[in-house]
């Protein structure tokens, strides 16, 4: 992946972030797969319940991306709020927006930790806050991912056996039927 399309991506999350911390609560976990450099879209985890459906959730976000035969992954998700629903311990940095850059050959991981901070409103508004980002540690060759996005960053690299015409497309359906939110960029558009 070139830097360009890297520093994209990291500044569409951070916005994310940005947006959804001032609407009350972060993004769901989300990956981004790319086949030859292009991106394929963005595919954000389904409503899912805490505990082993978490855990599931999180690592089926591969399906889209080994449909696509993706040869790069980007997953992006939240310290705090992916420890909680997968009831797993948070790890520092955190709060920390997480993302993972892998391919089948390994991953980096860069950590972007931030701080809540409160923004001034009207009496009786309710309470909205903004991150304020921290300086980012040296991304991580080989850094340590919890259990579900790690699955999640493995299968996206095992192609899907689909006996169907367009094994894409019907992974697609499938995943926007279960509720995950599919946004396919122009060029893998249905």
């Known amino acids: 992946m070139d830097t360009q399309t890297w520093d994209a991506l990291a500044a569409s999350m951070k916005n994310a972030y940005t947006a959804g911390l001032g609407e009350g609560a972060v993004p769901r976990p989300v990956v981004m797969p790319l086949v030859r450099g292009e991106l394929v879209g963005l595919i954000w985890l389904r409503p899912v319940e805490t505990g082993k459906d978490a855990l599931t959730g999180i690592a ?26 997968c009831e797993l311990p948070a790890a520092d940095p955190a ?15 860069h950590r972007f930790p931030y701080t ?5 409103r ?9 991150p304020r980002w921290l300086p980012a540690p040296e991304p991580q060759p080989g850094g ?15 192609p ?20 995950y939110s599919v946004r396919l960029t122009e060029a893998f558009a249905l």
Request: overall charge negative.
């Open 95 to 109: 709060p920390c927006l997480n993302m993972v850059h892998a391919t089948k050959d390994g991953h980096t991981l």
């Open 116 to 120: 809540e901070q409160a923004l001034d």
């Open 122 to 130: 009207s009496p009786g508004d309710p309470a909205v806050v903004e």
């Open 60 to 85: 089926q976000l591969s399906n889209i991306a080994a449909a696509a035969g993706a040869d790069e992954v980007v997953l992006a998700w939240e310290t705090q709020d992916v420890a909680a629903a």
């Open 144 to 158: 340590e991912l919890i259990p579900p996005v790690r699955a999640a960053v493995d299968y996206s690299f095992i």
């Open 160 to 179: 899907l056996e689909i006996d169907h015409p367009s094994p894409f497309g019907v992974t697609v359906v499938l995943m926007e039927e279960d509720g």
